[in-house]
Structure formats: C-alpha cells, structure tokens
C-alpha cells in the first residue's frame, strides 16, 4: 500500500484541521468523495471544534477504524465491543507515540498552569510558519497515518492494474485487525 501520509500532511498544510487531513487521506478506500470525507470530519478538529478535547488527528483515524469495524446493527452487542477494542488499541498506540496523550490541549502545552481553556473561543489561528514550528500537528497527523496503515490497513489493501487502491473484500475487516494488532494493556494486566 502506498503511504497516504504524505496526503495527510498535504490537506493539512492546504488549511485542514488535523481530522480532516487524517480522514479524507483515506476516504477513496471507502467509495466516499473527499468533500464529504471533510464534511464528516470536520467538527473534530481542534480537540473536537475547538474545545481542545481529543486530538483531531486522534479522531481522524477513529472515523477511518469505525469506517472498518463499525457496528451497523444496533443490537449487535458484540460488534460495537469490537470496535471499542480497536479504538481502544488505536488510542493506546497513540498516546505512547506522543508523551502519553491523546488529549489536544495537553498535546499543545496549553493550561500548563492549571488555567482553563477559553471555551467559546472558535477562531482558528491563522496558517503561518510560526505556527507551523510551535505546533505538533503535523507530527500528530503523520503518526496517526501511519498508525492506520500499520495497525488498521496492513494487509487489507490492494492495488488493480492501474495503481488504483481497494480494500479487501475476502475478509472480515474486525477479526482481520484484532488478530493482527496487540491487545491493549490493561490495569490487570500491569500490575
């Protein structure tokens, strides 16, 4: 499979947020075109719009697993535990790739002093290239793409004659990457 990394960063330097870039590098795989890959993203940038909650790179990739192993019965208990699992081991994955979080403030060095995030503050900061050195973003974009190429799409995506990608058909997407990827740790399992 070829790295859609590089497209991740390429949306993002376009003027994306972090889950837009994540999300719609992949969006192709799932017969979505990108503008309504960036539709479906867009609230989750900023820590989820802009209350810098979860990290919007973070959530990209959890759009992208829930596009793999999401539930689409509603009383089908054990397929929601499924993708809970996989979410859980993506964000596991995550956060030891980037200082033990997923959280977006936290991940921005902001409140260090306790203070309080100013909620109601929707402005997004203007695209320079001091914002490019003081921020992680393009780190935490291009880690969570390869955490999806390596822990999501390793071995389920293939390319026709002409070089264009598909997923795998032959497989069940959930079983496939649950057999694949590591447990999470769990407190139990620690002590």
Known sequence: MK???EQSVALFLEGFNCSQS???AYADLFDMDKETALRVSASFGGGIG???EVCGAANGMFLVAGMLTGSVEGKNQLAKKNNYEVVQRLA???KKENGGSYICRELLGLNK???RI???DTT???RTEEYYKKRPCLKTIQGAAAIVERMLLDGLVE?????KEYLRTDVNYTEFILERTKPIETASQEN
């Open 124 to 126: 997004p900061e203007a």
């Open 22 to 24: 994540v999300f719609a």
């Open 118 to 120: 100013a909620l109601g």
């Open 92 to 94: 596991s994955e995550f």
């Open 50 to 52: 802009r209350m810098r």
């Open 159 to 163: 390319t026709d004659a002409e070089g």
């Open 113 to 115: 002093d306790g203070g």
């Open 3 to 5: 790295s859609r990394t």
